[in-house]
């Protein structure tokens, strides 16, 4: 597309230029077009890795690099079957990673088209949500609070619109904008008054703009690439095994370099002293681990997102596990989402509002006072109405309508003047409308909270026309609020300005001495799940928290229905944190679970006091302002239907159904994925170290090598990785969410751990070693060679049924369902076909060093391979009681 200076041309010219009606917006057929020729709206990707480039990258772990040096000297010492299958084996190893590798980039790119950005847009003449991809030049887009800007905008309209523009200009302040403005040609960015540029966030007021550029040709394709992407580096959790994998290597050198010393002291001639340091080389290195936790966490990301949780961060999956504070929104989290008007209150009596109600009634007034203040729009799809827009102004809009006052015909009548957007701050929203004809003047509609409005009333609608509001009746309309917020209904009051000829040019200045026209009740029933997903979540020992910016009755009222208040609850208001400091803010954290009438200030500070306590926080958020709590939480938790782009982009994950239950499971499923990691750890490790003590013991006494450097590869990759990869897919434990939550700081290798890894094996090398001499003591022509296979098929076969073991670390495999993870029986079936066809397919025999073994040697080597795994069972209770 041609560069132009947009920015110079009058809005009439830009609407010529890109041959669109604001008020229609583009037709399906145009959209369609412009999207063929000019591609998607979208910045170019980062060039990805080729696959030879990806391939390479496996061989870069030290401790592959080990296993090559291995390999090397196998080859060296004309030990070619050995070496050439240690690199066959890294080399597999190597492709098995890249296609893990691509899988998981597959799923993560998956995971991106979930929470893929949305924009709303007018498209013949109707407003719609689209992929921001979809966006082309001459789409009509709406701004709001909190949006990013999808693409490059010459403004339209704009009311008290405000841009935050520092990821371009590096600007702080956010900028005024103003559609009417035409700047130079050679002004900067910054100074472009009447232009929005993608990858900028609205942070206050509307506006609308007609699409000038998209993709690569906008300002941010132009001078920056990508900007918004970030590197997904490795999790704490993958960084800790990373760094335990290279001690275990460091340790491996050393017992080497010993155990070679003492070989050589006792004449060993030093090629057999080199293949013994090969065998202990391959015992050591746990080489299906990296893949196992790829896989482990790829495939519990897929899960958590069925479950409607995307997760953002690799590291928010493992945080979760550890969560002892959820601190939830209200609206649409704990609560439907659908806000009804329920109950309307006119001075002096109250009128259902699901029945007819003409524009000359004091109830046909106040609804349709409520439906023009709002920034919602009105359609009709199949017979029944639509609207789009903020819940609880959709709810006005909507309450309207169905008593027969449709927002269309009103504001075709009253069309608005000029406003004073709602803000957090304000707590109320002002928008001015003539009255009729152009002589008739102006008068302004004010919505808000009853506390606020009531506060700068000083008149009353009541059936006799307007009279002053007294004392008497500024409590009837304080009753009445109190009434149906006790009963968790949401109240707003509505109010008129005053009539004017003329509006000043600042219009908040009339929201004083109004005039009350009435109260109107909307009801947002908790959702059915959220009271046992917060019992679920307290039996796990998390505390959950509610702060919204509702009036506290209400939220009180909505809290015991949801069991995170009981009736000796209080609540905290904005005000009175504002009155706190930070000791007196801590110790209230820990004992008051309502917070009413916050600000998003007031959420980054109860985050910052649970924080400090040592509290792991998961933090709920939809609007721009709350990015900065959500940055702060240890888990950011962004609204994936009602959130703002800008939330999204700085939470961690997010919830594409805005449910708090889908929090509670992502909890569970953040606790399972972390301790079938911890299994299939501790599962590995638990066999590296039973090879390297095999392998130490026979050489500390002088007995033949038990295991040759092929058995330990095949052991290590095969029977080994693929049990793994099944506890990784372990289903949750019984009782997972009845456990207390996990401290970050500990490691994944727990005392407890190493004494039930330490104790397996030495029963394991027992089992092995004694494989070794009735192997040596069967008979064979070639006794050394019988006892080594003997010592492989038991350690082998000893893995596949400890696995099963490993299912849980402290109940017995039955007492969880012996059957109810498939995949290890599969797992299990798979290893002792390949070791069967190992043992006994004879052009294998002579590459794996086996020699044929009998019906009674296969006998002996099962009850060997299984006396471990039987007498570890025991073991694990004891420790298990000793540990509650």
Same mark, same amino acid.
């Given at each position: ?212 550029? #998209? ?10 690439? /990508? ?69 482990? =966490? ?132 002002? #928008? ?121 009755? #209400? ?213 092995? =070693? ?40 402290? /109940? ?73």
């Amino acid at each position: 597309m041609e560069r132009t200076d947009w920015h110079t041309l009058a809005t009439a010219e830009v609407i010529e230029q890109l041959k669109v009606v604001p008020a229609q917006g583009l037709t399906a057929a145009e959209a369609a077009e412009r999207l063929a020729r000019h591609g998607p709206n979208q910045l170019a990707e980062e060039k990805k890795r080729s696959m030879l480039s990806a391939f390479i990258d496996q061989f870069r772990d030290p401790l592959v690099i080990i296993l090559l040096v291995a390999a090397l000297l196998a080859l060296l010492l004309r030990e070619f079957l050995d070496g050439g299958a240690i690199l066959a084996i890294v080399i597999l190893n190597a492709v098995l990673g890249l296609i893990q590798e691509f899988k998981a980039d597959q799923a993560l790119e998956a995971l991106k088209e979930l929470s893929a950005p949305h924009c709303k847009v007018r498209r013949e003449g109707r407003v719609m949500e689209i992929d921001t991809r979809e966006l082309v030049p001459g789409d009509v887009v709406i701004l709001e609070a909190g949006d990013p800007v999808p693409a490059d905008l010459r403004l339209t309209r704009s009311v008290m619109l405000q841009i935050d523009e520092s990821l371009l200009t590096g600007e702080s302040v956010p900028v005024d904008k103003d559609a009417s403005k035409t700047p130079e040609a050679n002004a900067p960015l910054g100074d472009r008054m009447n232009m929005a540029f993608m990858s900028t966030a609205v942070t206050y007021g509307h506006g609308e703009g007609v699409v000038v550029s #998209t993709g690569m040709n906008t300002e941010v394709g132009r001078i920056a690439g /990508k900007l918004q992407e970030e590197t997904e580096e490795a999790t704490p959790l993958q960084k800790r095994l990373s760094h335990f994998a290279r001690l275990l290597g460091a340790a491996m050198l050393v017992i080497v370099v010993l155990l070679g010393a003492l070989g050589l002291w006792r004449g060993m001639p030093w090629l057999e002293v080199l293949m013994v340091a090969v065998s202990l080389a391959v015992a050591t290195i746990p080489e299906g681990l990296p893949a196992v936790t790829t896989i482990v =966490l790829a495939l519990g990301m897929q899960r958590m997102a069925k479950r409607n949780a995307v997760i953002r961060r690799l590291s928010a999956v493992e945080t979760l596990g550890s969560a002892t504070f959820i601190c939830s929104d209200k609206t649409g989290t704990l609560t439907q989402n659908k806000m009804t008007v329920t109950r309307l209150w006119l001075p002096d009596e109250w009128v259902e509002p699901d029945r007819p109600h003409p524009l000359e009634s004091r109830a046909g007034l106040l609804l349709a006072a409520g439906a023009l203040c709002t920034d919602a729009s009105l359609s009709e799809e199949n017979g029944e109405y639509r609207s789009i827009g903020d819940p609880t102004e959709t709810a006005l809009v909507l309450g309207a309508a169905k008593a027969g006052l449709d927002k269309r015909e009103l504001e075709a009548a009253h069309p608005r003047v000029a406003e004073v957007p709602f803000s957090s701050a304000r707590k109320r929203m002002t #928008t001015f409308h003539a009255l009729g004809e152009p002589d008739e003047g102006y008068t302004g509609i004010v919505k808000g909270g009853p506390d606020v409005v009531l506060a700068r009333c000083a008149r009353i609608r009541t059936a006799e026309g307007t009279a002053e509001l007294t004392p008497e009746r500024r409590r009837a309309v304080e009753e009445a609020n109190r009434a149906m917020a006790e009963e968790g209904i949401r109240v707003l009051a509505v109010a008129f300005t005053a009539p004017q000829t003329e509006l000043p040019e600042d219009p908040a200045s009339l929201e004083e001495n109004l005039e009350l026209i009435g109260l109107i009740g909307m009801t947002d029933p908790p959702r059915p799940e959220s009271a046992d997903a917060v019992l679920e979540a307290q039996e796990a020992g998390i505390r959950t928290m509610m702060i919204t910016g509702d009036h506290a009755t #209400t939220a009180l009222a909505i809290a015991r229905q949801v069991n995170i208040a009981d009736d000796s609850s209080r609540v905290l208001s904005g005000p009175e944190l504002e009155e706190m400091d930070d000791a007196a803010l801590e110790k209230a954290v820990l004992e008051v679970p309502v917070y009413a009438r916050v600000s998003p200030e007031h959420k980054l500070r109860i985050v910052e006091a649970l924080r400090r306590q040592g509290h792991v926080v998961a933090m709920t958020g939809d609007g721009v302002n709350d990015a900065p709590a959500l940055k702060r939480a240890d888990i950011g938790v962004a609204m994936g239907v009602v959130g703002t782009g800008v939330a999204r982009g700085a939470s961690d994950m997010v919830l594409m159904d805005d449910n708090f239950a889908t929090i509670v499971s992502a909890v569970e499923e953040g606790r399972t994925i972390y301790a079938n990691i911890q299994k299939a750890t501790f599962f590995l490790l638990s066999a590296n170290v039973a090879e390297l003590l095999i392998m130490t013991v026979a050489m500390l006494a002088d007995w033949p090598v038990p295991l040759q450097p092929i058995h330990l590869l095949w052991i290590n990759l095969v029977t080994d990785s693929l049990p793994a990869i099944a506890l990784g897919i372990e289903p949750a434990e019984p009782g997972i969410m009845k456990q207390k939550p996990r401290d970050p700081a500990e490691p994944v290798l727990t005392s407890h751990l190493i004494t039930l890894m330490s104790i397996q094996s030495v029963l394991l090398t027992i089992a092995v =070693l004694s494989a070794l001499f009735l192997g040596m003591r069967a008979g064979s022509a070639n006794p050394v060679a019988m006892g080594s296979t003997y010592a492989f098929a038991t350690l082998a076969i000893g893995e596949l049924w400890w696995a099963h073991s490993c299912r849980s670390i402290t /109940k017995a495999p039955w007492s969880i369902g012996l059957f109810r993870n498939r995949v290890a029986w599969v797992a299990t079936a798979v290893g002792l076909i390949l070791m069967i066809g190992v043992m006994t397919v004879p052009f294998l025999q002579p590459l794996f060093k086996v020699t044929p073994i009998s019906l009674q040697g296969w006998l002996t080597i099962l009850v060997l391979s299984f006396l471990p795994t039987l007498l570890m069972e025991p073991v694990k209770a004891i420790l298990a009681r000793r540990k509650k």
